[in-house]
């Protein structure tokens, strides 16, 4: 049974920086593309962040809105990829949420809150 789980969340002004892991049990995510998404209040959950391994190495996507301010990496003997976000900004509040990517529906877990205060 595959198991992801996200955490690192918290409450942080604008400016600041926090660290999301998402640990990953029950399949190997080295293998496989990989992705943060988040879902802010009153909106539909949306891509973020991408991870693929290629055969010339590994490529990386973001979103317009965090680009320069997010990073997205992984620790494939810890089997979790992590998500550093930096400068954060309020509109960057949401409950993130890792998964494949693309995404499989019974992957999705309970997410972490991240709120960035203004």
């Known amino acids: 049974q595959v198991q992801l789980v996200e955490s690192g969340g918290g409450l942080v002004q604008a400016g600041g920086s926090l660290r999301l892991s998402c640990a990953a049990s029950?399949?190997?995510?080295?293998?496989?593309?990989m992705g943060w998404f988040r879902q802010a209040p009153g909106k539909e959950r949306v891509l973020v962040a991408r991870?693929?391994?290629?055969?010339?190495?590994?490529?990386?996507y973001y979103v317009d809105s965090v680009k320069g301010r997010f990073t997205i990496s992984r620790d494939n003997a810890k089997n979790t990829m992590y998500l550093q976000m930096n400068s954060l900004k309020p509109e960057d509040t949401a409950v993130y949420y890792c998964n494949t990517y693309p995404p499989i529906n019974s992957y999705w877990g309970q997410g972490t809150q991240v709120t960035v205060s203004s």
């Open positions: 029950g399949r190997t995510i080295s293998s496989v593309g």
């Open positions: 991870i693929v391994s290629t055969w010339s190495g590994v490529n990386t």
